[in-house]
């Protein structure tokens, strides 16, 4: 094993030279971009599936079925060939995989509802069963019924099986036949009783009771189950209906008697939808409408040739709710997608710049002895190709594992970008510069001039501003979009960080020169020495710059998409409740004085207020609530809403009119003038005072809120609305069913919770959070490796400084007034950044799928994620810049002396 090692050690050393311990951190650096581009978007999609998987488990067993029909004079044919149970299943295998080819799969696990096929005649009277009086005579259908005995168990007897033809010309065939235990107890029958259908007799063999009342099976025909009443249509009397199931031998026999025109063949089959994911939906969604719309063509050989089956399903309108959310969310996510990518691309390019550093030597002791560009370029090439093969294997095996699933097509285009940058970045990074070497003895070195450098870089800058300019445009023109046609404008804040970043390094040297003189003129020298070298080698470079840009936006943006979504979700709590408890008390009682009381007094309650709810008529006839309640009192449980303020002050004062305030449509009933509502026996003179958008506890867009002293009597509220948003439910609603058995408690917090827990904005909302999350990681990885690219410089400056006799807290000062400002600089920018996104980015988002409301929702700047993401980038590198001037002071000055010479 150790053998092993050294080999390995050996051969590694041999791929990467002088920098191997860098390869290494290298190969981690790239590890971690990988996993974050195939992991976020695999876990999102994880999420996602998972939400779907909860849309569906709380839908009903019966919306998560296909329904297929046919008449059975159509599957007869023109020859009239009677259908038998065989030509029924045999049909049932061809639609199961007609729908199976749509991508329908039928349910085949123990849980799910058993398949079943059927015919079923129309309604056939009958005598031989109990008739009640002024009812015409009971009709019965005919159902034959495949799994009969998997939906019911028998209570009496046995199930039919078939039948017996016409002992002679004239009589009637007998057909075995089973029935409810209600429908026996409602007819009169029990095993052994006959019922005369015309050419079929019917014997009942068998009493059974059903299984699952509720499965489709017994609801699919209104009176499978359950006897039901035929409302009276003169000249007829109303009759009760009734249905038996009869064996498949019976088919026949009354295919051959009865009308068939009104005979059905059903399939019904359970969709297999729990292994359905977020990328299937679509798709399944889509060919299940277009089977619902269109039916499905057979071909029944030996029967009529080709038919087509009318399909019913529910499915579809299970998924269409969702497929909008996931289409709304899609878009957003993957715009935080391609952010993560970028960041992940900008570490591997500092990871490159690492190595490329400590192999700089090595590189150009060879270009000394004759190496030409294209031989270094092969070294790190290869050594790339190796750590990309390692690392993203590992990745993708690690990411595989972590979110199990189909994942996101996109996370493997944005692992391809990363292993492109993988690999060419390091041959440019550490290549490049290695141009102006003279590899040959008494060659000149050619050194670019300053206004060929110049002029190269603003080429540069410019034809990045332009590409960041054009998405930005498309991105407004086109909107976002999912997949991977869209990844040019899922990078909106790459685009912009790009012009972001630009601005702050041309702007960078001019404010530290400035500062630099402010500090010249002081008494003190470390702060201006520290600026001046700020000025003359700024230890961040265009890549650091633009990645904490990027970063800062990356963290601030989402976070302040989440407090945007979370004011929307509060306010729409806010708009369906209206207040934080709302205690409804039964009809025709009131709250009693006592339990007001204790319910002010419990913990968390801020205010009450009783309401008196009415019934009040205008002149013109018209009928609306009106509402008593103390003004005062109602504002301070309704005011802490958002929104417009109650108008208390309007409904001062009492006299013979009555200040009153009212919604919308109540305000058009009721006048500018004064009108009297008749309230019971008494009558209330109004005169409107203010509008109000509605009343918390009154259904209706219609109420009138008058002070509780309009009365027309004692006021005895039948409304209490409570403010509190630290109130217990759960007591709340024990007392009042103590109290006041039959009330009703309407909570805030339930609502809220409703639609923070909806599985469409609950998956979202963490996939937003991770990719927050994982923001932040490259945020610290970027501002180290930015301060490791110069800790060897700010060492040697530390124990120079120290040899000079310079205190150790000027020395640490000293360098934080060098690497301090392009720190600064580039949270400045970020801060910018984040800022923008608002405005550029933020209206082409529809984020209606994270707070679950379906309302627009507008994203606004919020001071604190901006301001508290920039300190926090200062407060990281200051800390990073501690710990470094500890260990150097630890190490001792003459160690990086040694290494400096």
């Known amino acids: 094993?150790?053998?092993?090692?050294?080999?390995?050690?050996?051969?590694?050393?041999?791929?990467?030279?002088?920098?191997?311990?860098?390869?290494?951190?290298?190969?981690?650096?790239?590890?971690?971009?990988?996993?974050?581009?195939?992991?976020?978007?695999?876990?999102?999609?994880?999420?996602?599936?998972?939400?779907?998987?909860?849309?569906?488990?709380?839908?009903?067993?019966?919306?998560?079925?296909?329904?297929?029909?046919?008449?059975?004079?159509?599957?007869?044919?023109?020859?009239?060939?009677?259908?038998?149970?065989?030509?029924?299943?045999?049909?049932?295998?061809?639609?199961?995989?007609?729908?199976?080819?749509?991508?329908?799969?039928?349910?085949?696990?123990?849980?799910?509802?058993?398949?079943?096929?059927?015919?079923?005649?129309?309604?056939?009277?009958?005598?031989?069963?109990?008739?009640?009086?002024?009812?015409?005579?009971?009709?019965?259908?005919?159902?034959?019924?495949?799994?009969?005995?998997?939906?019911?168990?028998?209570?009496?007897?046995?199930?039919?099986?078939?039948?017996?033809?016409?002992?002679?010309?004239?009589?009637?065939?007998?057909?075995?036949?089973?029935?409810?235990?209600?429908?026996?107890?409602?007819?009169?029958?029990?095993?052994?009783?006959?019922?005369?259908?015309?050419?079929?007799?019917?014997?009942?063999?068998?009493?059974?009771?059903?299984?699952?009342?509720?499965?489709?099976?017994?609801?699919?025909?209104?009176?499978?189950?359950?006897?039901?009443?035929?409302?009276?249509?003169?000249?007829?009397?109303?009759?009760?209906?009734?249905?038996?199931?009869?064996?498949?031998?019976?088919?026949?026999?009354?295919?051959?008697?009865?009308?068939?025109?009104?005979?059905?063949?059903?399939?019904?089959?359970?969709?297999?939808?729990?292994?359905?994911?977020?990328?299937?939906?679509?798709?399944?969604?889509?060919?299940?409408?277009?089977?619902?719309?269109?039916?499905?063509?057979?071909?029944?050989?030996?029967?009529?040739?080709?038919?087509?089956?009318?399909?019913?399903?529910?499915?579809?309108?299970?998924?269409?709710?969702?497929?909008?959310?996931?289409?709304?969310?899609?878009?957003?996510?993957?715009?935080?997608?391609?952010?993560?990518?970028?960041?992940?691309?900008?570490?591997?390019?500092?990871?490159?710049?690492?190595?490329?550093?400590?192999?700089?030597?090595?590189?150009?002791?060879?270009?000394?002895?004759?190496?030409?560009?294209?031989?270094?370029?092969?070294?790190?090439?290869?050594?790339?190709?190796?750590?990309?093969?390692?690392?993203?294997?590992?990745?993708?095996?690690?990411?595989?594992?972590?979110?199990?699933?189909?994942?996101?097509?996109?996370?493997?285009?944005?692992?391809?970008?990363?292993?492109?940058?993988?690999?060419?970045?390091?041959?440019?990074?550490?290549?490049?510069?290695?141009?102006?070497?003279?590899?040959?003895?008494?060659?000149?070195?050619?050194?670019?001039?300053?206004?060929?450098?110049?002029t190269r870089r603003i080429i540069v800058e410019a034809v990045l501003v332009a590409a960041a300019i054009g998405g930005l445009i498309v991105l407004r023109n086109e909107g976002l979009t999912s997949g991977n046609s869209g990844l040019y404008q899922s990078a909106a804040p790459v685009l912009i960080a790009i012009p972001v970043a630009v601005v702050v390094l041309r702007c960078y040297p001019f404010l530290v020169r400035e500062l630099a003189r402010i500090a010249g003129l002081s008494r003190g020298v470390v702060g201006f020495v520290g600026l001046a070298r700020a000025t003359r080698t700024p230890p961040g470079t265009v890549l650091p710059s633009f990645a904490l840009v990027l970063v800062l936006a990356m963290v601030a943006f989402p976070d302040m998409i989440s407090t945007s979504v979370t004011r929307t979700q509060v306010a729409a709590s806010w708009q369906q409740v209206g207040a934080d408890a709302i205690i409804q008390a039964p009809r025709d009682a009131v709250i009693p004085p006592a339990l007001q009381s204790q319910i002010a007094a419990m913990p968390g309650v801020v205010s009450t207020a009783g309401a008196e709810v009415e019934d009040a008529t205008t002149p013109a006839g018209y009928e609306m609530p009106i509402v008593f309640v103390d003004p005062a009192q109602y504002a301070a449980v309704v005011d802490q809403a958002p929104g417009t303020r109650f108008p208390a002050a309007a409904m001062s004062g009492h006299g013979r009119i009555v200040p009153a305030v009212a919604t919308a449509a109540a305000a058009q009933l009721v006048g500018t003038a004064p009108n009297d509502l008749t309230v019971g026996t008494g009558t209330v003179t109004v005169e409107l005072a203010g509008r109000i958008g509605g009343v918390p506890g009154v259904a209706g867009n219609e109420a009138v809120v008058v002070p509780r002293q309009g009365a027309p009597g004692p006021f005895e509220p039948n409304l209490l609305l409570v403010g509190g948003s630290g109130l217990n439910g759960a007591q709340l609603t024990a007392a009042v069913s103590r109290a006041l058995p039959g009330a009703s408690v309407t909570l805030r917090a339930t609502a809220l919770a409703a639609l923070t827990t909806a599985p469409v904005t609950q998956a979202a909302q963490t996939a937003l959070t991770q990719g927050l999350a994982t923001a932040a990681g490259f945020g610290v990885l970027v501002l180290l490796l930015s301060l490791l690219l110069t800790a060897q410089s700010r060492e040697i400056t530390l124990a120079a400084l120290a040899t000079m006799g310079l205190r150790r807290w000027q020395a640490q000062l000293l360098l934080a007034a060098e690497t301090l400002p392009p720190v600064v600089a580039a949270a400045i920018g970020g801060l910018a950044c984040a800022w923008l996104l608002v405005p550029l980015v933020g209206p082409s988002l529809n984020l209606a799928a994270f707070s679950g409301t379906g309302s627009a929702?507008?994203?606004?700047?919020?001071?604190?994620?901006?301001?508290?993401?920039?300190?926090?980038?200062?407060?990281?590198?200051?800390?990073?810049l501690a710990v470094q001037a500890v260990i150097t002071y630890h190490r001792g000055s003459a160690r990086a002396l040694r290494i400096a010479d």
């Open 1 to 454: 094993m150790r053998t092993l090692w050294l080999r390995l050690r050996t051969a590694w050393v041999t791929l990467t030279g002088t920098g191997a311990a860098a390869s290494a951190a290298f190969g981690l650096l790239v590890f971690a971009a990988l996993l974050a581009s195939l992991a976020i978007p695999r876990e999102s999609a994880g999420l996602r599936t998972g939400a779907l998987q909860r849309v569906i488990a709380a839908s009903q067993p019966s919306d998560r079925t296909v329904i297929g029909t046919l008449g059975e004079t159509t599957m007869a044919g023109p020859g009239g060939v009677p259908v038998s149970a065989g030509n029924i299943a045999s049909a049932g295998a061809t639609l199961r995989a007609q729908l199976a080819a749509g991508g329908v799969r039928v349910a085949s696990d123990p849980g799910a509802p058993p398949a079943w096929e059927g015919l079923t005649t129309g309604f056939v009277p009958v005598t031989g069963a109990a008739q009640v009086a002024r009812y015409g005579r009971p009709q019965f259908e005919m159902a034959y019924r495949t799994e009969l005995d998997r939906y019911s168990r028998i209570v009496a007897g046995r199930l039919p099986v078939g039948g017996s033809a016409p002992a002679a010309a004239g009589q009637p065939a007998v057909v075995q036949a089973a029935v409810t235990s209600t429908t026996a107890a409602r007819f009169g029958l029990r095993v052994g009783s006959r019922l005369d259908a015309g050419p079929v007799q019917l014997v009942i063999t068998g009493i059974i009771q059903p299984v699952n009342p509720a499965a489709d099976f017994w609801t699919v025909l209104p009176a499978a189950a359950t006897p039901a009443v035929s409302p009276a249509t003169a000249p007829q009397l109303p009759y009760w209906i009734g249905a038996v199931f009869i064996g498949p031998g019976a088919l026949p026999l009354i295919e051959s008697g009865l009308d068939t025109s009104e005979m059905l063949v059903t399939w019904e089959y359970a969709a297999a939808l729990g292994g359905v994911t977020t990328g299937q939906a679509g798709g399944l969604e889509a060919n299940l409408s277009s089977l619902v719309s269109q039916g499905v063509t057979l071909f029944l050989p030996g029967i009529v040739g080709d038919a087509t089956v009318t399909i019913n399903s529910q499915i579809p309108s299970i998924l269409s709710p969702y497929i909008a959310a996931q289409n709304a969310a899609a878009p957003v996510l993957e715009l935080l997608y391609v952010s993560l990518a970028a960041l992940g691309a900008v570490v591997v390019l500092l990871g490159a710049r690492l190595v490329a550093q400590r192999r700089a030597a090595e590189f150009t002791l060879m270009r000394a002895r004759g190496a030409a560009l294209y031989q270094l370029s092969w070294l790190v090439f290869r050594s790339s190709v190796v750590i990309a093969a390692v690392a993203g294997a590992a990745a993708a095996a690690l990411a595989i594992g972590l979110t199990p699933g189909d994942g996101d097509v996109v996370a493997w285009w944005l692992a391809g970008v990363t292993i492109v940058v993988t690999l060419a970045g390091p041959v440019l990074i550490s290549v490049v510069p290695q141009r102006v070497a003279a590899p040959v003895a008494g060659r000149t070195r050619r050194r670019a001039g300053g206004r060929r450098s110049a």
């Open 857 to 880: 929702i507008t994203v606004t700047p919020a001071a604190f994620p901006l301001v508290g993401s920039a300190v926090g980038l200062v407060l990281a590198a200051l800390l990073v």
